[in-house]
Protein backbone atom coordinates (compact mmCIF):
# COMPACT_ATOMS: atom_id res chain seq x y z
CA UNK A 1 0.00 0.00 0.00
CA UNK A 2 1.33 3.63 -0.71
CA UNK A 3 -0.26 6.86 -0.04
CA UNK A 4 0.53 9.71 -1.57
CA UNK A 5 -0.48 12.92 0.28
CA UNK A 6 -0.62 16.50 -1.57
CA UNK A 7 -1.92 20.37 -1.64
CA UNK A 8 -0.14 21.50 1.08
CA UNK A 9 1.14 24.87 0.57
CA UNK A 10 1.57 28.55 2.12
CA UNK A 11 -1.21 30.77 2.46
CA UNK A 12 -2.09 33.44 4.54
CA UNK A 13 -4.65 33.36 8.38
CA UNK A 14 -8.08 32.89 7.01
CA UNK A 15 -7.40 31.03 3.83
CA UNK A 16 -8.38 27.54 2.99
CA UNK A 17 -7.00 24.32 1.33
CA UNK A 18 -8.09 20.84 0.03
CA UNK A 19 -5.29 18.13 0.83
CA UNK A 20 -5.39 14.80 -1.01
CA UNK A 21 -4.41 11.83 -0.33
CA UNK A 22 -4.80 8.68 -2.73
CA UNK A 23 -3.81 5.05 -1.67
CA UNK A 24 -2.87 3.21 -4.29
CA UNK A 25 -1.72 -0.95 -4.17
CA UNK A 26 -4.82 -1.86 -2.29
CA UNK A 27 -8.65 -1.63 -2.54
CA UNK A 28 -9.32 1.84 -1.00
CA UNK A 29 -12.73 1.08 0.43
CA UNK A 30 -11.16 -1.17 2.60
CA UNK A 31 -9.35 1.31 4.98
CA UNK A 32 -10.38 3.44 7.12
CA UNK A 33 -8.66 6.85 6.48
CA UNK A 34 -7.16 9.45 9.18
CA UNK A 35 -5.68 12.98 8.97
CA UNK A 36 -2.61 13.71 11.69
CA UNK A 37 -0.45 16.66 11.47
CA UNK A 38 2.96 16.85 13.76
CA UNK A 39 4.31 21.04 14.06
CA UNK A 40 7.65 21.71 14.32
CA UNK A 41 8.75 20.56 18.21
CA UNK A 42 5.38 19.16 18.71
CA UNK A 43 4.09 15.78 18.75
CA UNK A 44 2.05 14.03 16.06
CA UNK A 45 -1.94 15.06 16.42
CA UNK A 46 -5.27 13.78 15.01
CA UNK A 47 -7.22 15.83 13.12
CA UNK A 48 -9.52 14.17 11.41
CA UNK A 49 -11.04 10.73 10.70
CA UNK A 50 -13.56 8.70 8.03
CA UNK A 51 -14.85 5.05 7.86
CA UNK A 52 -14.57 3.24 5.00
CA UNK A 53 -17.81 4.16 3.61
CA UNK A 54 -17.35 7.35 4.65
CA UNK A 55 -20.18 7.62 6.68
CA UNK A 56 -18.96 8.36 10.12
CA UNK A 57 -16.15 11.30 10.48
CA UNK A 58 -14.68 12.75 14.04
CA UNK A 59 -12.76 15.87 14.14
CA UNK A 60 -10.33 17.15 16.62
CA UNK A 61 -11.81 19.94 18.96
CA UNK A 62 -8.99 22.55 17.59
CA UNK A 63 -10.43 21.80 13.76
CA UNK A 64 -13.57 21.18 14.30
CA UNK A 65 -16.12 22.97 11.93
CA UNK A 66 -13.18 24.45 10.15
CA UNK A 67 -12.18 21.44 8.73
CA UNK A 68 -13.93 18.64 6.32
CA UNK A 69 -12.76 15.14 5.81
CA UNK A 70 -14.24 13.03 2.85
CA UNK A 71 -13.34 10.38 0.70
CA UNK A 72 -13.98 9.81 -2.57
CA UNK A 73 -14.03 5.74 -3.27
CA UNK A 74 -14.12 5.60 -6.94
CA UNK A 75 -10.93 7.53 -6.77
CA UNK A 76 -9.29 6.24 -4.36
CA UNK A 77 -8.93 9.38 -3.02
CA UNK A 78 -9.64 10.77 1.07
CA UNK A 79 -9.73 14.67 1.33
CA UNK A 80 -9.47 17.30 3.92
CA UNK A 81 -11.04 20.74 3.15
CA UNK A 82 -9.54 23.15 5.53
CA UNK A 83 -10.61 26.48 5.75
CA UNK A 84 -10.53 29.85 7.74
CA UNK A 85 -6.81 28.32 8.55
CA UNK A 86 -4.94 29.69 11.11
CA UNK A 87 -1.24 30.36 11.73
CA UNK A 88 -1.23 27.50 14.48
CA UNK A 89 -2.66 24.83 12.08
CA UNK A 90 1.06 25.20 10.43
CA UNK A 91 2.44 21.60 10.45
CA UNK A 92 2.87 18.65 8.31
CA UNK A 93 -0.14 16.87 7.56
CA UNK A 94 0.14 12.90 7.54
CA UNK A 95 -2.87 10.69 5.73
CA UNK A 96 -2.84 7.19 7.09
CA UNK A 97 -4.85 4.09 6.28
CA UNK A 98 -6.18 1.70 8.97
CA UNK A 99 -7.16 -1.63 7.43
CA UNK A 100 -8.31 -3.87 10.45
CA UNK A 101 -8.24 -1.14 12.90
CA UNK A 102 -10.82 1.75 13.78
CA UNK A 103 -8.67 3.74 12.78
CA UNK A 104 -10.12 7.19 14.51
CA UNK A 105 -7.86 9.32 16.67
CA UNK A 106 -5.06 6.67 17.58
CA UNK A 107 -2.10 6.63 15.36
CA UNK A 108 -1.22 2.94 16.58
CA UNK A 109 -4.24 2.01 14.94
CA UNK A 110 -3.22 2.53 11.27
CA UNK A 111 -0.97 0.69 9.07
CA UNK A 112 -0.10 2.78 6.51
CA UNK A 113 1.33 6.24 6.39
CA UNK A 114 2.02 8.93 3.89
CA UNK A 115 5.15 11.04 3.10
CA UNK A 116 3.26 14.31 4.76
CA UNK A 117 2.69 17.75 2.87
CA UNK A 118 3.67 20.49 4.19
CA UNK A 119 0.88 23.58 5.04
CA UNK A 120 2.12 26.68 6.23
CA UNK A 121 -0.47 29.60 7.69
CA UNK A 122 1.40 33.14 7.94
CA UNK A 123 -0.18 36.01 10.26
Known amino acids: VQLQASGGGLVQAGDSLRLSCTLSGRTFSWYHMGWFRQAPGKERESVAA????????SYADSVKDRFTVSRDNAKNTVYLQMNRLKPEDTAVYYC?????????????????WGQGTLVTVSS
Open 96 to 112: AAARFNSGGSTASSYDY
Open 50 to 57: ITRGGGST
